[in-house]
């Protein structure tokens, strides 16, 4: 029986920063005012998914509400709330998003962009969406991503990361925990055991 990992999401518990699992996806973070305030969204691939983001996001005490974009996609929205400025000071560089140098990617953080943008392929590998408007973000998520124990693949387009492999698969799983009760299996990673490629 293997031991869980200190990074392991359930390690430590819930706090603002693991919101940024959504940033390392398409989420957003914006500064208000003079900068003592933020909101954080996020679209969602698809609207089943909305209650599981907003369950982890309100474990942390940050409500999120469910709103349709124009294009009639479903989304995520916080209040403009102080808790969130210090995210946004160590996520953003002016008015564009970066990654914190150096920042750690955990499995509270990966749970929450499994959950948010993540999915699993039909060769066993499992895909986690980039922001396709931050290219400058890819390279420090890739980074952080191989300090995990999890190094990606990039997939054509710089859309997603892509893990694969037997080792790097149950490495994630042991990351993310287990899948959310009701949420679509196709959107949690899985241990193939050999099938993995």
Do not use: N
Request: glycine share 10%; proline share 8%; hydrophobic share 40%.
């Amino acid at each position: 029986m293997s031991q869980p990992s200190l990074f392991s999401a359930g390690a430590r518990p819930p706090q603002v920063s693991d919101l940024a699992g959504l940033l390392c996806g398409p989420g957003q973070i914006v500064r208000f005012g003079a900068g003592d305030q933020a909101r954080i969204s996020v679209v969602l691939p698809h609207p089943e998914r909305a209650p599981f983001v907003a369950a982890v996001c309100a474990a942390v005490g940050v409500p999120m509400d469910t709103v349709v974009t124009e294009s009639g996609a479903t989304a995520l929205r916080s209040a403009f709330r102080c808790d969130l400025a210090d995210l946004a000071r160590s996520w953003t560089c002016g008015a564009v998003k970066t990654v914190p140098a150096g920042w750690q990617l955990d499995g509270s953080a990966l749970r929450l962009w499994a959950l948010s943008a993540g999915w699993s392929d039909e060769r066993g590998g499992y895909l986690l969406s980039l922001d396709t408007h931050a290219p400058q973000t890819h390279d420090r998520l890739i980074t952080a991503a191989t300090r995990a124990g999890i190094p990606p693949a990039r997939v054509t387009g710089g859309t997603a990361l892509r893990i694969s492999g037997t080792r790097r698969v149950q490495r994630l799983v042991e990351l993310v925990g287990p899948v959310p009760p009701r949420l679509s299996r196709e959107a949690w990673p899985r241990y193939w055991g050999r099938t993995a490629s």
